[in-house]
């Protein structure tokens, strides 16, 4: 059974720092893995999605790797900034019958302190 | 943000009663979702559509039903709420199966 594990469950840097969010999972026959993140009491916004074949895909100040072997992938925050705080979640997509479903992770909360 | 619009935002209602949640999309996505967020729980599957009038069971559907009779409009009911159904619910899109998923702003949903 898929699990996906995201340590640390929180986490709290000094503005500026760059930082790196780990998530893990159990089983490596995974489709693509997507990162999102969640402001307090809204919706989920999504930030990269990796394909199995790709190591890694980059937006903006946001790096995502990815290396199925291992069963990790890591989301680099470079040049942290107050609006970066917020929730980051991790999601795993795998074969389900005649879908493909997403297995979360329990996310880690980011505070970046001005 | 996709054009993914939910209905009610927040709604309290009593043990027993039906509630119905609307999630409406503007992009014409094939596949729609309904997830309910609880704490140390994480986010899970409650029902999908793959198409008009396709819908599937998810991890946790019991007590739960689902209807789409347009591509932009997926209908989550509960048909007698339970206080274990207090939650957040969230609607996601996305083009395929495989594909990234948009979500919604979210239901907060309390059952007294």
């Known amino acids: 059974k898929q699990e996906v594990t995201q340590i640390p469950a929180a986490l709290s840097v000094p503005e500026g720092e760059n930082l790196v969010l780990n998530c893990s999972f159990t089983?490596?026959?995974?489709?693509?893995l997507q990162w999102f993140r969640q402001d307090p009491g809204k919706g989920l916004t999504s930030l990269l999605l990796?394909?199995?074949s790709q190591r890694e895909q980059t937006s903006g100040r946001l790096n995502a790797s990815l290396d199925k072997s291992s069963g990790r992938s890591t989301l680099y925050i470079a040049a942290s900034q107050p609006g970066d705080s917020a929730t980051y979640l991790c999601?795993?997509?795998?074969?389900?019958?005649?879908?493909?479903?997403?297995?979360w992770g329990l996310g880690t909360s980011l505070a970046v302190n001005p | 943000d996709a054009g993914i619009t939910q209905s009610p935002r927040h709604k309290v209602t009593e043990t027993g009663t039906p509630v119905t949640l609307r999630c409406h999309q503007t992009?014409?996505?094939?596949?729609m979702y309904w997830y309910r967020q609880d704490p140390g729980h994480g986010l899970r599957l409650i029902h999908y559509?793959?198409?008009?009038?396709?819908?599937d069971k998810g991890e946790v559907s019991d007590g739960y039903s689902v209807s789409r009779s347009k591509t932009e409009d997926f209908l989550l009911t509960l048909e007698s709420a339970t206080s274990s159904q207090t939650s957040v619910y969230f609607c996601?899109?996305?083009?395929?199966?495989?594909?990234?998923?948009?979500f919604g702003p979210g239901t907060r949903l309390t059952v007294t």
């Open positions: 996601a899109i996305s083009w395929t199966s495989e594909g990234e998923q948009y």
């Open positions: 992009e014409n996505h094939r596949y």
């Open positions: 559509s793959y198409g008009v009038k396709d819908t």
């Open positions: 089983d490596s026959a995974i489709y693509n």
């Open positions: 990796i394909q199995s």
């Open positions: 999601a795993v997509r795998v074969n389900a019958g005649n879908n493909r479903k997403l297995i």
